[in-house]
Every structure is written in structure tokens, then in C-alpha cells.
């Protein structure tokens, strides 16, 4: 302990306080000082990642909400409008995809295919195309609010669209087995299967 006592009276001394409040004190109020504003730089840095991703993702929802009234209103388009709404539509599909937000993926793939729903109703359905069109809408909206939400509001229109389509796929054709002919055996020709001609016999010479 005696190294011990002569830390504390050395730091109890006149050299020591002087050493103490001329860099010890600053030394640890500069090394607070940094923590401080680095967690206050982190706190911003994220903020402002947040916010950026919210305006992305508001932007990106804007932009699906608009393909899908222009979608609803597709067979009235020329061919011309409808390269540009098809445009739009993967445009907004690429920006919604590469958002680095939770469920973007499930979002983008429930908006793409509703879309083409409303693509199709669009004819002759008018009515079914306008619901779609807010049912569409309102979905998306509830989604940015809550991106986390994303399979429990598209996830059971997902499978049941996969469900369909694999009902209404075609069987694949089997291929022959080995060893099974693919056809009747050729019939002998009438022809050839006459029964073969016999030399006769010499007659024996005569003496």
C-alpha cells in the first residue's frame, strides 16, 4: 500500500494538482466531448437515412398508384400511351425493389400482378377495374405506413395467385420408357411372305 499512498499524496501536491487540472481534466473533457458528438452525428446520420427512405418510398408508391390508374383505363389507351404506361409500371417496380425497406419485394410483386388484373378488367369489367384500382391503393398506402405488415397484406393473395397458377398449368408430357415400342411391328408384305419356289428334279439320263 505504500505506493498507493504516495500516488495520493503525489496527486495531493502542488505538482500533481497542476498536472491534473492542466491535462488530465482536459484530456477527459475532449475525450467526452467526442463521444458525445459522435452519438449526436450517428442520431442525425439516421434521421436522415430515414427520412431519405421514407420519400423514396413515398415516391415509389406514387408512381405504382399512378401506373394503376392509367392501368385501369388501359384498353381506352392507344398503343403508344400503353408503352408508356408499361414503362411507368417497371419503372416503379425497379425503385420499389431496390428500396431497403422491409417486404418491398412482396409489395412490388402483389402490385405488379394487380396491375395486370386491372389490365384485363379493363374492357369489359370497368366497374371490377375500379375496385381493384382502390382496394390497390389503399393496400399500398397501409403498407408504407407499416412496411413490416407486408406479408400479412400480400402475403395470402401471393400464394393464392401461386395456388392458380400452378393448378391451371399443363401436365408435363412423359417421355417414353426404355424397351416399350412406340408403335406396331411392321407386317410381313403379301409379297414376301409367299411361300419360296422349289426347283423340280432332273429327269436321269438314258443309256
Do not use: C
Amino acid at each position: 500500500m505504500t505506493w498507493g499512498n504516495d500516488v495520493v499524496q503525489w496527486w495531493t501536491s502542488d505538482d500533481g494538482w497542476r498536472v491534473l487540472t492542466s491535462a488530465v481534466i482536459p484530456a477527459l473533457a475532449i475525450l467526452v466531448a467526442g463521444v458525445i458528438a459522435a452519438l449526436i452525428a450517428r442520431g442525425s446520420t439516421k434521421r436522415l437515412l430515414k427520412h431519405h427512405d421514407r420519400d423514396a418510398l413515398t415516391s415509389a408508391v406514387g408512381a405504382f398508384v399512378l401506373a394503376g390508374r392509367s392501368a385501369a383505363e388501359w384498353h381506352d389507351h392507344d398503343e403508344p400511351a400503353r408503352r408508356h404506361v408499361d414503362q411507368l409500371i417497371s419503372e416503379a417496380e425497379t425503385r420499389l425493389r431496390l428500396l431497403p425497406i422491409p417486404g418491398a419485394a412482396l409489395a412490388a410483386n402483389w402490385a405488379t400482378h394487380q396491375l395486370e388484373s386491372m389490365k384485363g378488367h379493363s374492357s369489359g369489367f370497368r366497374f371490377q377495374a375500379q375496385q381493384t384500382l382502390g382496394d390497390y391503393r389503399d393496400a399500398l398506402i397501409a403498407w408504407s405506413q407499416k412496411p413490416r405488415s407486408a406479408k400479412k397484406l400480400f402475403g395470402s393473395d401471393l400464394e393464392r395467385w401461386r395456388y392458380e397458377t400452378e393448378e391451371t398449368a399443363e401436365p408435363p408430357v412423359r417421355a417414353p420408357e426404355a424397351g416399350v415400342p412406340t408403335g406396331s411391328a411392321p407386317q410381313p408384305s403379301p409379297m414376301t411372305s409367299s411361300a419360296t419356289v422349289v426347283d423340280p428334279p432332273e429327269p436321269p439320263a438314258t443309256t
